[in-house]
């Protein structure tokens, strides 16, 4: 698919003419293309798993062995996931300066396996496990060994171990939304990826951004989102190397000279 729509160089300039850069916010669409489920909507995994039965915290406490398969079949999915060219994009961007940071409301780690380094990650990630009630964390290779245990235990004090992703019932953890404002309020262009951001708090970032004197942008196959300065409507996977591309200088320095040296002989041989 090529993306031809006007509404791309208008966010290319808005990119370049950004002095204080760009936010990317991400959620659900942008890792479609990477073979990573989507929770809601459609075929969604919210539509083959109960979330209440499944994937909240409730459910955690109540019949651990029964979420813990769950969670168990989630994490292969994550590990056989790689990133897709939307992620590379943003990594390019990030790269280059024109992205300052990767606000995502994916658990999969998609973007700093591309290369991405600034990401906030709004429902956490499962890299480290924390037991329930006792406040003890662990990086996830040094509790590897209890990976196949029907419950994984915190070996400090016996406690249900839970990967630090947001299940359902739980709160968005303060420090990464507080990061993720901040970030916010202090950009000139957000562009909104793949998310229809409807849940709250999520919801409100783009607002937060617009307030403060960004233009917001979605990057959709459907349009979402209400107050926005432009849509462009495609997969990510598509529309975001394109924008690179967009973004890259038409004619470098050096191949003036060359061009210019193509023009002469072709004249020549007019002539
Ligand atoms: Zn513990």
New binding site residues.
């Given amino acids: 698919m090529t993306v031809a729509d006007a509404d791309l160089d208008r966010l290319a300039d808005a990119l370049r003419r950004s002095a204080r850069g760009t936010v990317v916010f991400t959620g659900a669409g942008v890792s479609i293309a990477s073979g990573v489920p989507s929770f809601r909507g459609q075929g969604g995994l919210w539509t083959r798993y109960d979330p209440a039965e499944y994937a909240s915290i409730a459910a955690l406490r109540a019949d651990p062995a029964k979420v813990w398969g769950f969670l168990r079949e989630l994490r292969r999915t994550l590990d056989a996931a790689v990133p897709n060219p939307a992620h590379t994009a943003i990594a390019a961007l990030e790269a280059v300066g024109a992205v300052t940071a990767v606000v995502t409301q994916n658990i999969d780690g998609l973007h700093q396996r591309a290369g991405n380094a600034r990401v906030i990650e709004l429902h956490g990630s499962d890299r480290t496990l924390s037991?329930l009630d006792?406040?003890?964390t662990f990086d996830r290779s040094d509790v590897e060994h209890l990976a196949d245990d029907p419950v994984p235990c915190?070996p400090?004090?016996g406690?249900v171990l839970k990967p630090d992703v947001v299940l359902f019932g739980e709160q968005l953890p303060q420090a990464p939304f507080r990061r993720a404002e901040h970030a916010l309020r202090h950009c000139d262009v957000l562009l909104v990826v793949g998310t229809s951001a409807e849940v709250y708090p999520a919801a409100r970032l783009p607002g937060t951004a617009r307030r403060c004197g960004a233009s917001v942008w979605e990057i959709n196959p459907v349009a979402e989102l209400g107050d926005v300065d432009g849509t462009i409507r495609g997969g990510a996977e598509d529309v975001l190397p394109a924008l690179v591309e967009a973004l890259r200088p038409v004619r470098s320095w050096r191949t003036i000279p060359r061009m210019l040296r193509g023009l002469r002989a072709e004249r020549w041989f007019r002539d």
């Fill in positions: 037991c006792g406040g003890h915190c400090t004090c406690d």
